[in-house]
């Protein structure tokens, strides 16, 4: 049986194919064999290849379980835990709506100040929303902080993860830069 000490986080990142089912396929992966997703993320990166980017816990060995058996779905290019890499920026948004008078209870220039809050949209008889964006236990401890004082509602977008390698797509060749997506700005 795995205790809390055991378990760590694991921000796992995938290069697979863009196209329809890959997510599923992922998913399915993983809530078949149990494992937990805590959040997941997904954009393309050029026409024809998606990242992934999976928040979730486990002892070393089930993550390392996660990622071979990631490794094996037919439209996975790569797959890696960027914890085991060299450095790595992760980040969150959260975008939280307060009522106008829970913001008038709520000192929230000085959380603001604190935390770098930005204000989305303030009027004194409309609910106001604000943006948060952070590493994940940064955007934690200001909600811990928040709940204690207001009666607020919450969208997160999850962990959005990069190495910091110089080779992003770590050796996988680019066969459409990400530049050449189309505009649609212009066109008729």
């Known amino acids: 049986m795995m205790t809390e000490s055991d378990e760590r986080r694991a921000i796992i990142s995938i290069v697979s194919d863009n196209e329809p089912g890959v997510l599923a396929r992922i998913a399915g ?17 050029d026409r024809k290849r998606a990242r992934f980017t999976i928040l979730t816990t486990g002892s070393t060995a089930i993550v390392e379980q ?53 204000t989305i949209r303030s009027h004194a008889d409309a609910a106001a929303i604000f ?21 607020i509602e919450i969208v997160r977008t999850g962990i959005a993860a990069i190495s910091t390698k110089t080779h992003p797509l770590d050796g996988i060749e680019r066969s459409e830069s990400a530049h050449s997506l189309p505009s649609v700005i212009g066109q008729g």
């Open 29 to 45: 992966m993983l809530s078949g064999r149990g494992y937990n997703i805590d959040s997941l993320t997904v954009a393309p990166i």
């Open 131 to 151: 943006e948060l964006t952070g590493t994940t236990q940064q955007i934690d401890r200001f909600l811990t902080r928040l709940t204690s004082a207001a009666d």
């Open 66 to 118: 996660i990622i071979a058996q990631l490794g094996r779905l037919i439209p996975v290019h790569s797959v890696f835990d960027l914890n085991e890499t060299e450095d790595f920026v992760a980040r969150e948004l959260a975008l939280i709506k307060l009522r106008p008078c829970d913001v008038a209870s709520i000192d929230m220039v000085n959380l603001a100040e604190i935390e770098s809050i930005r």
